[in-house]
């Protein structure tokens, strides 16, 4: 089960690792925290009134495709998006938003999911949220507390019946060190580098650095980079199919970096580090 805070997260992190889990027969469950209601539209083309005005509508058919072509099962857990607030100072959040939500309210759909869908694996972001937006920040605090109370029959008692998850892991993102493996392959390839304006941005201990030493597991995906992008493109009110993102032959970015990265954050499984699946040491099966 991978959740996620709004629809389009899951196209962009982890999602040839899913593709790939799905297509070697293993169920996977998106739970989506929002809607995406308060997100903004940030492809050109698709920046017109009727879009604006119509924009939950078409981030539910976005998501539906995006589920469709990576092939994983999907649940809205029904909170509203809560924006990204911008400004100094910054705009008090929303007060309907799911970030200001009791953690015990915000948490309670998720740990009724993973009653009912029983995964043994769960990922979400780390502490930071992969990066501050207030949603993916509450989005870590209520996978950590649906992971911790699902199996507790003492907790959360009218939503179903208790069930443990044995692995719990932070996505990564891009690290400094994937960005220069990025550039030096595009590089290499005799093409024109998107990263190099990026890496010159890119600050001394930014928080992506400090999480990428936290990897444990590195799931080989680079044969679903196709799917991935499929899937991204698929939310085109959240994506420029012309922008950087899209620009790196896939052929580049399976050589410079074939892997999508994980930390291990809580196990109740033996497993041994470094990993390279988040199945290692659950060893559970069913045979039909
Ligand atoms: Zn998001």
């Given at each position: 089960m991978a959740v996620h805070a709004h629809p389009d997260d899951e196209s962009s992190k982890g999602a040839a690792t899913m593709a790939r889990y799905v297509r070697e027969g293993v169920r996977v469950m998106v739970a989506t925290?929002?809607?995406?209601?308060?997100?903004?539209?940030?492809?050109p083309a698709m920046d017109r009134p009727e879009v604006w005005e119509h924009l939950s509508e078409i981030r539910r058919k976005e998501m539906e495709a995006a589920r469709e072509i990576l092939g994983v099962e999907q649940a809205w857990l029904g909170f509203v998006d809560s924006g990204l607030p911008e400004g100094d100072p910054l705009p008090p959040l929303p007060e309907d938003c799911f970030a200001l939500q009791p953690l015990e309210v915000a948490t309670a759909p998720l740990v009724r999911l993973i009653r009912e869908f029983r995964p043994h694996v769960v990922t979400t972001y780390d502490e930071n949220g992969g990066y501050p937006h207030p949603d993916h920040i509450m989005c870590h605090q209520v996978s950590v507390e649906a992971f911790e109370a699902a199996g507790d029959p003492e907790r959360y008692q009218e939503f179903g019946e208790p069930w443990q998850p044995l692995k719990l892991y932070y996505q990564m993102g891009f690290s400094r060190k994937r960005i220069e493996a990025l550039h030096a392959e595009t590089v290499a390839a005799g093409l024109e580098s998107p990263y190099e304006e990026w890496l010159q941005k890119w600050s001394e201990n930014h928080e992506e650095d400090k999480a990428a030493l936290r990897v444990t597991t590195q799931v080989p995906c680079a044969d679903y980079f196709g799917i991935r992008d499929d899937a991204l493109r698929a939310h085109a009110t959240q994506v420029d199919p012309t922008g950087r993102w899209f620009q790196t032959p896939l052929d580049v970015q399976r050589k410079a970096w074939p892997t999508e990265d994980y930390e291990l954050?809580?196990?109740?499984v033996d497993t041994g580090i470094p990993e390279d699946d988040l199945f290692a040491g659950i060893t559970e099966s069913v045979h039909v």
């Open positions: 925290c929002t809607g995406g209601e308060r997100g903004s539209v940030l492809n954050a809580r196990s109740l």
